[in-house]
Nanobody, 117 residues
Framework: QVQLVESGGGLVQAGGSLRLSCLAS????????MGWYRQAPGKQRELVAT???????NYADSVLGRFTISRDNAKNTVYLQMNSLKPEDTAVYYC???????????WGQGTQVTVSS
């Protein structure tokens, strides 16, 4: 089992920045991909960004150039730096851990990000 705890959400004005963190604990294995997804009211959960244990990243087009995902393998932590935030970025942001070997998928409890116009 893997436990994920997110932090860093909050309320920010449009154009502002926030940094999300996600700490993973439990049965952490070397080969994994961690990432962030978000879900706005009335919408499906969508990919924001992912990063593999090798540092390979993938971003949604809507956040490319504004968000940066990074990770600290020694701390089992993944970060999401969000700049130039827009009202449409408002959502609950979920941390995800995908074990590349077992293909098991884990989710955090989510953290609310609200961007006011």
């Amino acid at each position: 089992q893997v436990q994920l705890v997110e932090s860093g959400g909050g309320l920010v004005q449009a154009g502002g920045s926030l940094r999300l963190s996600c700490l993973a604990s439990g049965s952490i294995f070397r080969l994994n991909t961690m990432g962030w997804y978000r879900q706005a009211p009335g919408k499906q959960r969508e990919l924001v960004a992912t990063i593999s244990n090798y540092g390979r990243t993938n971003y949604a087009d809507s956040v490319l150039g504004r968000f940066t995902i990074s990770r600290d393998n020694a701390k089992n932590t993944v970060y999401l730096q969000m700049n130039s935030l827009k009202p449409e970025d408002t959502a609950v942001y979920y941390c995800n851990y995908w074990d590349t070997v077992t293909t098991r998928n884990y989710w955090g409890q989510g953290t609310q990000v609200t961007v006011s116009s």
